[in-house]
Each structure stands twice: as structure tokens, then as C-alpha cells.
């Protein structure tokens, strides 16, 4: 039930135990993340038929590789014999196909059953039937997003309806072709918080003017506490002396071809429902995915992209990536501080949300709607 008597200015937030129970976070790895679309791994980094990474999505093992054909693929990472695990290496590359090492069934590069001990003897067997189970794949900014349920939701009216939504227009985010980028530096960070927090953290900026001092000296706007997201089509504007999105405000490199005018000296952050944060500036963009692992641990693996020509010429990113690794350490940080008292009973029923944050109470309302 909601609470009631608090001050008009004031929300209420989803109770702590929402953020440590076992059993809403099954609820939430069945109900959300096993039905929605999960942005899973960067199409580059399977470049070649063979390559594969394996990825955790709710509570299954997902295999997802490149076929013969150059297309990507998505399975359950389970043999349909006895059930063991096929891949257990986070990435690799075979050959021709995949094989189990319990039985030494075998499966071609497009899931189906190629070979195993005694097939000739048992022409009953359907080698499609009875091949990997195949998973719904979309490929979209560079990115492979896979779902698990049967009949999937619409991936215009889920994942781009909310980068869409945020930006005002699909135009926005062509503009970026995010989908030509190159990775010029990726971070993996071990985060001990609910996958919860750090979305809601990262859809606020009350707290940038406390925790991010680097932020708020390119984004003087930040120590406002009023987030970009906030509003539908607005980017955070550089300040005034400062030249570039780095560390200490210095020149980044060449803007992105495709930006316009009115996106110069901006920064754009975007969430896409369940666990993909977008972040857009002139001359690259980060992406953060995240794998809820357990109630309290979340990894996220962030990306940090840019124009092809730049990655290969090995130009110096690093003040451009301080920035937000920054960001991200400080974020963390606040995230787990946050974590440690969802048990408390001075947290029982949760706390409030200020009117800067009265948008985070719509992700509260979602993922309460994905649980009933």
C-alpha cells in the first residue's frame, strides 16, 4: 500500500526490502529481465563465424555467436541432452560448431544437432527439434539485444520508445551512429547494490553537486540537482570554458560527423528499460550494460565509443574517460552506501523522493506493474 500523510513535495520510495529479498528478485529476473529485451554484448566483439560470448539473462546461461552466414545468434547455453552447460568460458571461438563436453553432442553454428555418439542409430531424432533452443535477437546502435520470452514485446515500443521518448525523435540518436563507433575503452565494474539502485541513481542529479565535482565543472547545470533527463529533448550544456567532455574540461576529439548544431556541447543521458544507460556527447558515447547478478551485486560493463579513425590512430583517450570512470566509481560508491541500510527497519517502508525526483517514482510504478 502507498504510503499517506507525507508533505504534498514529498513521494514515496519502494520499501528496502525491495532491494534485498530473494524473492522479488526472482520475481524481477522471471517477470522482467527473462521478457524484456536485453541489451546482451557489442555486435563488433563477435567479428568473425565461430565467435561466441556467453551472457547471464535472468537465471539462464545465454549463448550468443556468430553463425557461417555472418549473422548473429542467440541460444540457451544448455545441451538438450542431459542439460549441460555447453560454454562455460565467458568468450571464445570454435570452428565449425559446439560441442558438449559430457557426451560429445554436437551442434552446428545455427544451433541444430550435427552429431553425436550412436546418431545414425536413432533416424527418429529431428536434429532442428532437438538442436539448441534458439532465443529472439535484435540488433540495434552496435549492440545485440536478446529475449527470452516466447513471444516477445515490441522492440520499437520498448527499447526505442524510451530513447526515443527522452530524445523527442528517432532523428536524435541517428545522428550519432552509434552503430559505426569503435570501442576505444571498456571498464567492468563489481557493484555491490541492487541492480534498482544504480538506475535510480543514475536518473538524478540531486545528488551531483555532493558526489561529482568533476561533472559539475563541465555540466554546471548539474549542481542544480535537476538531471538531463528530466526533460524530454534537453542536453546538459557545456560550461562556458570548458571545451570538451573530459576530466579537467580540455579539448576531447573530432565531433561526431552526424551531430548537429544543436546537440554541440550537449550531453544526453538516456535510460532504456531494464538495464541500459546511454550517455551522448559530441565526439563519443558510453554505453552501460548491466547483469543483475544478485540482490546486492550488479556487474556493469561500461563502453567507451568513438569514430573509428581515432580509435586506430591511438590518439590519447584518457582524460576522456577519466570523466566518467569517475562518474561511475563515485556513483557506485553512493550505490552501495545506499545498499547497506535497505535492511534497516528505519527503511522498512522506504523513504521519499524530492520533486527533482518525482520521475523515478514512474520506474518504481514499472517495476511494480512487471511484478503483480
Not at 568468450?91 to 565449425?96: F, H, N, P, Q
Request: hydrophobic share 35%; net charge negative; glycine share 8%.
Amino acid at each position: 500500500m502507498p504510503r499517506t500523510g507525507l508533505p504534498p513535495s514529498l513521494i514515496a520510495t519502494l520499501p528496502g526490502h525491495y532491494y534485498t529479498d530473494r524473492t522479488i528478485f526472482a520475481l524481477e529476473q522471471a517477470r522482467i529481465f527473462e521478457t524484456s529485451w536485453f541489451c546482451a554484448v557489442r555486435s563488433a566483439d563477435l567479428p568473425a563465424p565461430g565467435t561466441f560470448e556467453t551472457v547471464q539473462i535472468g537465471r539462464e546461461s545465454v549463448l550468443i555467436s556468430r553463425g557461417r552466414d555472418g549473422k548473429l545468434n542467440a541460444f540457451l547455453n544448455v545441451c538438450r541432452h542431459r542439460g549441460a552447460r555447453l560454454c562455460t568460458e565467458e568468450s571464445g571461438s570454435v570452428k565449425r560448431s559446439f560441442q558438449c563436453p559430457y557426451h560429445a553432442w554436437t551442434y552446428g553454428l545455427d544451433g541444430k544437432l550435427i552429431a553425436a555418439p550412436n546418431l545414425t542409430g536413432m533416424p527418429d531424432i529431428d536434429r532442428t527439434e532437438y538442436g539448441l533452443t534458439r532465443l529472439h535477437l535484435r540488433e540495434y546502435l552496435g549492440y545485440a539485444w536478446v529475449c527470452l520470452a516466447d513471444d516477445p514485446p515490441s522492440f520499437e515500443t520498448t527499447v526505442m520508445a524510451d530513447i526515443n521518448g527522452r530524445l523527442g525523435g528517432p532523428d536524435e540518436i541517428a545522428a550519432y551512429n552509434i552503430d559505426e563507433l569503435a570501442l576505444g575503452r571498456r571498464i567492468e565494474y563489481d557493484v555491490k547494490a541492487n541492480w534498482k539502485q544504480i538506475i535510480e541513481n543514475f536518473m538524478e542529479c540531486y545528488h551531483c553537486a555532493t558526489i561529482h565535482p568533476e561533472l559539475t565543472e563541465v555540466l554546471p547545470e548539474f549542481a542544480d540537482g535537476y538531471a538531463a533527463q528530466y526533460y524530454v529533448g534537453h542536453g546538459a550544456e557545456f560550461g562556458e570554458e570548458v571545451q570538451g567532455f573530459t576530466v579537467d574540461g580540455s579539448a576531447g576529439v573530432e565531433r561526431l560527423p552526424g551531430v548537429g548544431e544543436h546537440q554541440d556541447r550537449r550531453y544526453y543521458a538516456i535510460t532504456v528499460r531494464p538495464q541500459v544507460f546511454v550517455n551522448l556527447v559530441p565526439d563519443h558515447v558510453i554505453v552501460h550494460r548491466m547483469f543483475p547478478l544478485a540482490p546486492d551485486r550488479t556487474i556493469v560493463r561500461c563502453d567507451w565509443l568513438y569514430l573509428p579513425e581515432v580509435v586506430e590512430s591511438g590518439k590519447d583517450l584518457t582524460r576522456s574517460v577519466e570523466l566518467f570512470h569517475r562518474v561511475n566509481q563515485q556513483d557506485f560508491d553512493a550505490c552501495e552506501r545506499c545498499q547497506l541500510a535497505m535492511d534497516s527497519r528505519s527503511y522498512a517502508k522506504g523513504g521519499v523522493l524530492v520533486p527533482s525526483e518525482h520521475h523515478i517514482g514512474e520506474f518504481h510504478d514499472w517495476v511494480k506493474a512487471r511484478l503483480a
